[in-house]
């Protein structure tokens, strides 16, 4: 190997890294590490709604393929310690800017769910969505700021390849299997993060300043704190939904 | 030419008729109570009309084969009158045939269709929506929960629009994607559609009923045989037509009853 492609590996190598680094929350996108740390978790008070299995006995492949263990409906996916998953926590105000998201984000239909459940973009950032499944699928984001669309998706065709242009909560479902439902979340700022079955989140390389964390859940709404970085310090906060069984 | 015309004619008449005469493509076994009144019926059809096109078809190959190639040069004989009173005589034929077959199949939908529902019969509300099926029973108090359409959220299976947050009626509704009833007990079904027309279709049943939105559609039958079979929609009614279907199953009295309590623990 010449030394013109050790010094172009290591290149890529470092680009890569420097990437991984920069990452926020789990789920988050792209700000630099230095500064200071927002994290935390999210948690319920109260009764949660019970989820109900989802019976998919009109697709046999996606019944087939989730015989042994039944999905449920994700509206509010509880986990131990009353944690939440699936809650976007993001900053909703003191941005200090966020550059411009360009990586593509990745939505699949497989066995007839949308993984992810919640999936967060930045305006104008490329969105790929794939069909996994050996049959249709038709999506349709019921979006209200930004344009409303539905395509139908057979098998093995190629990727859709969509972005939103405007910072909005928008719910998608499927037209041909209506259990199926997710969420695209379109942030502007790029301090993001989809909390996890712990409900942990964490947002950094924030710059000193006065910040408004939101965390949003599907069915609860949002709740918020505000929380000042002074430095490169961590600061710990906790998001608390009051839930009801209806 | 004429001869060939009148084969190929006599053909397709005997070979059509084999195909209906084997039962080729019959409808599936019937498993409903009302079903062998309206095969009964079929079978009239299927006869009446089946004689009518035989002898017509054969009549037409007896015609082709003994005046088709004739080149005697007599003139051709015209109907008496012209082409107008043939015309008229045979719509007068063919629509006194539909008439006489409407109004003695009446009778047999008229049983099916128009007779009030068994007082004791297990009702099931159904919503039909692009592109599924959705079935909900009353659960353990018996009594369905209000019905709010601006409720209606796919998301957490409220495919009905229930309001469980303020009508206790509503939180133990079972609303499943298919079609659980017990054998030999009358089934009442209050179709309703969310955003087109749609149809309930299950050739076993021999019932096939459309939805129609706004309306609450009711549509009584009794199933006599235990099984699993196909429900479809058969009212084009947009992209995913194609894949709107649902289960029923027929179930003993018991499997009925276990199943309710299972569903009733998941609520």
């Not at chain 1, 046999?60 to 699936?86: D, I, Y």
């Not at chain 2, 002898?55 to 040069?73: E, I, M, N, P, T």
């Not at chain 2, 012209?82 to 006489?100: D, K, N, W």
Request: glycine share 8%.
């Amino acid at each position: 190997m010449r030394i013109r492609d050790l010094l172009l590996l290591g290149g890529v190598a470092l680009l890569g890294t420097a990437m991984m680094a920069g990452r926020g929350g789990r789920g988050g996108r792209g700000a630099p590490a230095a500064g200071g740390t927002i994290s935390g978790k999210v948690t319920f008070t109260g009764t949660p709604p019970k989820m109900k299995p989802i019976d998919m006995a009109k697709e046999p492949f996606c019944a087939k393929e989730h015989a042994a263990a039944p999905v449920f409906t994700e509206n509010v996916v509880t986990g131990p310690g009353n944690s939440l998953r699936w809650v976007a926590v993001y900053i909703s105000a003191g941005d200090q800017g966020s550059s411009p998201a360009t990586e593509t984000v990745r939505l699949d239909q497989k066995n007839c769910q949308y993984i992810p459940h919640v999936l967060v973009v930045q305006p104008n950032q490329p969105l790929d969505i794939y069909n996994d499944d050996p049959h249709s699928h038709n999506i349709h984001p019921l979006a209200k700021v930004n344009p409303e669309w539905n395509k139908s998706q057979p098998a093995g065709a190629p990727p859709i390849h969509a972005k939103w242009e405007l910072p909005e909560f928008i719910p998608v479902k499927c037209n041909v299997h209506p259990w199926m439902h997710g969420w695209h979340v379109v942030l502007t700022t790029s301090h993001y993060a989809v909390t996890g079955e712990d409900g942990a989140f964490s947002l950094q390389g924030l710059p000193p300043g006065k910040y408004t964390v939101t965390a949003w859940q599907e069915q609860f709404g949002t709740q918020s704190q505000d929380v000042t970085i002074t430095g490169t310090e961590t600061k710990t906060i906790n998001l608390v939904f009051k839930a009801t069984p209806y | 030419m004429g001869k060939l015309f009148a084969v190929v004619v006599t053909i397709i008449t005997l070979v059509a008729t084999a195909i209906f005469v084997a039962h080729v493509w019959w409808p599936p076994t019937d498993i409903s109570v009302h079903g062998p009144a309206i095969d009964h019926q079929l079978r009239e059809t299927m006869v009446s009309a089946g004689i009518l096109f035989v002898v017509s078809q054969l009549a037409l190959a007896l015609f082709a084969w003994q005046y088709g190639d004739r080149k005697d040069g007599r003139p051709i004989k015209l109907f008496p009158g012209g082409a107008t009173p043939m015309v008229v005589l045979a719509i007068v034929l063919v629509g006194a045939e539909i008439l006489a077959l409407t109004f003695v199949g009446s009778k047999v939908w008229a049983s099916v269709f128009q007779s009030p529902p068994d007082p004791n019969s297990l009702v099931i509300d159904v919503q039909a929506e692009q592109f599924a099926f959705y079935f909900r029973y009353p659960g353990p108090d018996g009594s369905f929960g209000a019905t709010h359409p601006e409720l209606i959220n796919e998301a957490n299976e409220n495919y009905f629009g229930l309001d469980p947050a303020h009508d206790v009626d509503a939180r133990d509704d079972i609303v499943v994607p298919s079609l659980a009833i017990p054998v030999n007990r009358p089934v009442l079904l209050r179709m309703h559609a969310k955003d087109v027309n749609h149809s309930f279709y299950v050739p076993e049943l021999r019932i096939q009923q459309d939805f129609v939105p706004g309306l609450v559609i009711p549509l009584h039958f009794t199933a006599t045989r235990t099984g699993k079979y196909e429900i479809v929609c058969t009212q084009l009614c947009g992209l995913g037509h194609y894949n709107m279907r649902a289960y029923l199953e027929v179930m003993s009295p018991e499997q009925f009853d276990q199943w309710l309590k299972e569903k009733v623990a998941q609520q």
